[in-house]
């Protein structure tokens, strides 16, 4: 999906952006899928034809462009995950750069103009090993990715995509920290009511994110029987898909 993000210049309500976009703007044979209000004013519009996206952009800039910018947003790295790395080859307290040379030395990957990558994260695992989460351009993720394993010293540990997921564990919901969290009060994620998942006394299963999903859609159409920590939780999965559509993973040619 192609996206632009239009953000008033002046201060206002998102409603209102969306309804000038929709008085100025004639949408007719442009394959919109999505159409939002966003934080500051702003309004995001995404489209499954890049071109028809383009359009839309010109569109908008030539006719209320004057007090409104009009964005493409650039597309994040990705990210890989190296599991279960030995101890005997790395350590918590590696140097980031010594790590990255180990990994290219390993697996013989070229450092051309396009090269980039970073350690941005190193988790100890329940087997007392180390997980990585490594960021890097695309043509590096796609092979080491294809390969399903990476080179590194003695061990050969499994490489996955990686989705950086933003949980609250105050609120339950999505997209920020708890420290910057508005809600009033703790949600249980086991059952969805106001108190600590420690005190919860409930029988019942209910994803809080799942329900909320569902009075705004006004249907049931989401199962809502799973804790709001289930990776396999509808919501969560909607998250990853949007998520994933705004990485630059490399496209083959052939």
């Known amino acids: 999906m192609s996206v632009i993000i239009v953000k008033p210049k002046k201060d206002q309500d998102s409603k209102n952006t969306k309804d000038e976009i929709k008085g100025k703007i004639d949408p007719v044979g442009l394959r919109i899928s999505k ?41 994040k790295k990705p990210k890989l995950k190296i599991v ?34 970073r350690i941005l994260k190193k988790l ?13 351009d695309s043509k590096s993720h796609s092979y080491l990715l294809s390969r399903g394993r990476v080179n590194f010293g003695w061990s050969r540990p499994y490489v996955f995509n990686h989705i ?18 508005k809600a009033k009060s703790s949600v249980c994620s086991k ?3 106001n108190h600590s998942y420690k005190d919860c006394k409930s029988q019942t299963t209910r994803c809080v994110n799942c329900v909320n999903k569902n009075a705004i859609n006004k249907t049931k ?31 083959h040619k052939d």
């Open 124 to 136: 100890k695992n329940k087997y007392k090993n180390l997980d990585i989460i490594v960021e890097c």
């Open 191 to 193: 059952c969805g009511e």
């Open 164 to 181: 950086s997921v933003l949980q609250c564990f105050k609120c339950l919901g999505y997209k920020h920290y708890a420290k910057d969290c």
């Open 221 to 251: 159409n989401i199962d809502t029987n799973h804790t709001a920590l289930d990776r396999e939780c509808p919501c969560r999965t909607i998250i990853i898909k949007e998520l994933d559509q705004r990485v630059d993973y490399f496209i």
């Open 84 to 117: 279960n790395l030995k101890s005997s080859d790395i350590n918590t307290e590696d140097d980031e750069d010594k790590t990255v040379k180990k990994i290219i030395r390993c697996n013989n990957l070229t450092e051309d103009e396009s090269f980039h990558m």
């Open 35 to 75: 159409f939002r209000e966003a934080s500051k004013g702003a309004v995001v519009i995404g489209s499954d034809n890049s071109k028809h996206i383009a359009s839309l952009k010109s569109q908008i800039e030539r006719e209320i462009g004057k007090d409104y910018v009009v964005e493409i947003p650039v597309k």
